[in-house]
């Protein structure tokens, strides 16, 4: 409790999907290099930490702040990757967990012009293989960036083709038979026409088959209707801007279907967004985290590309590009702090440093998180309890 009255070493949490669940997360950006403020034996109290928000309870029996996290390289430029023809990762832009299925972790690897898909054991990666590259007719990819799957939809892929200007959908994980098709955009024609999509990032699907798209050259997020060949403004203007209504080059978001919101990387203004799915358009948004320039203290972000919210909506995970670390930024806070990556924001290779970090994605029980680290070409994973 007094470590929590320290606003520097509050570190706290507890997973309310998940009973009897004390969980370990970092501390002030400011103080990693500090000893522990307070000692506590949490062996004799583990009751307390389950029952008292206000009490946390740490894996080395004390409170205070921690270093940054070191991952493990699970997936990299060396690794085979069955039915390709190329070897390893190159320049991966996307990470999800397909938790629909088998917690299969699905990659775009941006670079080679493909999409993977492989399992991890924690003590063995497996089943390392290719999803998408081309299919009949000479067809393929221009330059996939990110993916999507519904939990309602099992094995149903939806890529966002950023230069080829469209989103593709891929049924059963395979490209075979039906072959992939664009459910959204004109292949190869960009334009700012509700039929038409400039540089699309990243996508979601709601329950209902909708699409969501942030249009990043158009400044814009778009709607789809299942089977729909246009789509509805829902989020921008359509031109940059950095007010509340506008964005400047949307890349990252996260749809929170639950409770009508979709969160927005507006990765120019160096903040994250969060709209009402039920605010129409102009639609004015609310400011989560950043927005007070760019920059490396805790209150600030440059230039993030990808976030992910924990079950309960209350912490969102920001691949914070521009500074070469992942933040993670509770709900409603004014500051975030800096899980993995270099302190002063400096690119490197080391398991505790980044170049270029563009994804982020929590497993299912939320214990791991992995990263797409684009130019160090791998996926890290980082164990956070």
């Known amino acids: 409790m007094l470590c929590n009255n320290d606003i520097s070493c509050r570190i706290y949490d507890i997973n309310a999907l998940l009973l009897n669940q004390c969980r370990l997360f970092q501390g002030d950006i400011n103080l990693h290099a500090q000893s522990p403020i307070l000692g506590s034996p949490c062996q004799q109290n583990m009751s307390m930490c389950r029952e008292d928000i206000n009490y946390t309870c740490l894996r080395f029996n004390q409170c205070g702040p921690l270093k940054v996290l070191e991952g493990t ?61 081309n299919w009949t007719g000479g067809n393929m990819f221009n330059t996939p960036y990110t993916a ?45 026409g509700t039929n038409k999509l400039y540089y699309p990032y990243r996508i979601a699907v709601d329950s209902a088959g909708n699409l969501y798209i942030t249009d ?104 914070d590009t521009g500074n070469n670390r992942i933040v993670r930024w509770n709900i409603g806070e004014a500051s975030g702090v800096n899980i993995a990556g270099d302190v002063n924001g400096n690119s490197g290779s080391s398991a505790s440093m980044f170049d270029q970090p563009y994804s982020v994605a929590l497993n299912d029980n939320e214990t791991f998180l992995y990263v797409a680290d684009k130019t160090n070409s791998r996926i890290i994973r980082f164990e956070l309890i």
Do not use: W
Request: aromatic share 8%; with cysteine; hydrophobic share 35%.
């Open 216 to 319: 990043s050259r158009n400044h814009r997020v778009m709607r789809y209707a299942a089977n729909a060949t246009s789509g509805v403004m829902i989020a921008g203007t359509g031109t940059s801007g950095s007010d509340s209504l506008s964005l400047n080059r949307p890349y990252g978001m996260y749809l929170d279907e639950d409770n009508s919101y979709i969160y927005v990387v507006d990765a120019l203004n160096s903040r994250i967004q969060r709209f009402s799915l039920s605010g129409g358009s102009p639609n004015n948004g609310t400011t989560v985290a950043g927005g007070n320039g760019n920059g490396l203290d805790n209150n600030q972000l440059y230039l993030p590309f990808d976030i992910c919210l924990t079950k309960n909506k209350r912490t969102m995970y920001i691949a």
């Open 73 to 133: 390289t699970i997936v990299d430029g060396n690794t085979v990757i069955a039915k390709s023809v190329t070897v390893g990762l190159s320049g991966p832009t996307s990470i999800l967990v397909n938790k629909t299925v088998d917690n299969a972790i699905i990659v775009v690897d941006s670079a080679y012009g493909q999409v993977i898909s492989f399992h991890d054991d924690v003590s063995n990666i497996s089943n390392v293989t290719l999803v998408a590259k």
């Open 148 to 192: 999507f799957i519904h939990s309602s939809q099992k094995s149903v892929l939806y890529v966002t083709d950023y230069y080829g200007h469209c989103v593709y959908k891929i049924d059963n994980m395979q490209v075979v038979s039906p072959v992939p098709n664009v459910v959204a955009g004109v292949k190869g024609s960009f334009g700012n």
